[in-house]
């Protein structure tokens, strides 16, 4: 695994409406990078090398990965190759929202043993999810009615056939490392973070809202997110006050409110440390206007 931890991939297009988004495209060479989305992938053509916390697997047709938030992965084509893939990028409350708790906690798995990322499926499978993907694609790039409907229906298919093969191929169909499905997982208390980072969390309270010891969350957000808690709190509060700088007039005392901080103090100094420069001189570089007092 890298020893600089890749920045977070946050935007992908029509996120903050329906959080879906679908493309095929040629991956030939990706380098090392983390999202706080899922993602889900389907290899049509050529070969290569996906690294996935590093590890690496062989991508060729019928290969699916489905990545979980905060992994680090890169790709790499073999030379001469080609790879193409289609590429779904969806918001994890969807899959924390499906109609079958087992397939959203089957998938966002936190246990040690972790399944692997990937499974390659046979000819006949493949032809079923390259179908599947076709339709997804061509329904994504429709307007029509019941149309986040159709795609979370088709959505829930790839997983859990995905999730099918994967369990087949381990051997166990219902792992028995397995919560149970009304357990809480890592993923809904980052998805959580995510709806509540403004507010003044601690991990204290989330240990005892999710049911989990102090240190056994900060061991497993630390796995899982490669930090840790209040440094990813800060990364999302400070990431949300990037977009206010840019894209609005607020004061920037009162966007250190906004975003979560206490003081201005504090804002000022976490701002420092993770964008290298003060907010003011942000603003003034993505604005062009003059920096506000400090």
């Not at 009304?182 to 005892?208: F, G, M």
């Not at 964008?275 to 570089?285: E, H, I, N, Q, T």
Request: charged share 25%; aromatic share 10%; proline share 6%.
């Amino acid at each position: 695994m890298p020893s600089v931890i890749p920045p977070v991939l946050t935007d992908y297009p029509n996120k903050n409406s329906f959080p879906f988004y679908i493309i095929k495209k040629v991956n030939n060479n990706v380098p090392p990078h983390r999202h706080d989305f899922l993602e889900l992938c389907l290899v049509v053509e050529g070969r290569g090398t996906e690294i996935v916390n590093g590890v690496s697997h062989t991508l060729e047709p019928g290969t699916m990965t489905f990545l979980l938030p905060y992994q680090i992965h890169e790709i790499h084509a073999d030379p001469g190759c080609q790879l193409l893939l289609y590429v779904c990028n969806f918001d994890m409350g969807l899959l924390l929202n499906a109609p079958d708790r087992e397939l959203g906690h089957g998938l966002l798995h936190e246990d040690e043993a972790e399944p692997a990322p990937f499974v390659q499926v046979s000819p006949e499978q493949y032809r079923e999810m390259l179908s599947l993907f076709d339709r997804m694609q061509l329904e994504y790039s429709r307007d029509e009615q019941w149309r986040q409907l159709i795609l979370t229906s088709m959505l829930f298919e790839a997983l859990a056939r995905f999730d099918r093969v994967r369990n087949q191929q381990e051997r166990s169909l219902y792992a028995a490392s397995r919560r149970e499905p009304d357990s809480s997982t890592i993923w809904e208390i980052v998805h959580y973070i995510h709806q509540r980072y403004q507010e003044s969390l601690t991990l204290a309270d989330l240990a005892n809202r999710f049911h989990f010891s102090v240190p056994n969350l900060s061991k497993l957000l630390k796995r899982h997110l490669g930090t840790s808690f209040i440094d990813f709190i800060h990364e999302l509060r400070i990431r949300q006050a990037c977009s206010l700088l840019k894209s609005s007039d607020m004061a920037i005392t009162d966007i250190a409110l906004e975003v979560g901080f206490r003081s201005f103090a504090s804002f000022s100094r976490v701002f420092n440390h993770l964008k290298g420069v003060s907010p003011s001189a942000y603003r003034k570089k993505m604005s062009g206007r003059q920096p506000d007092a400090e």
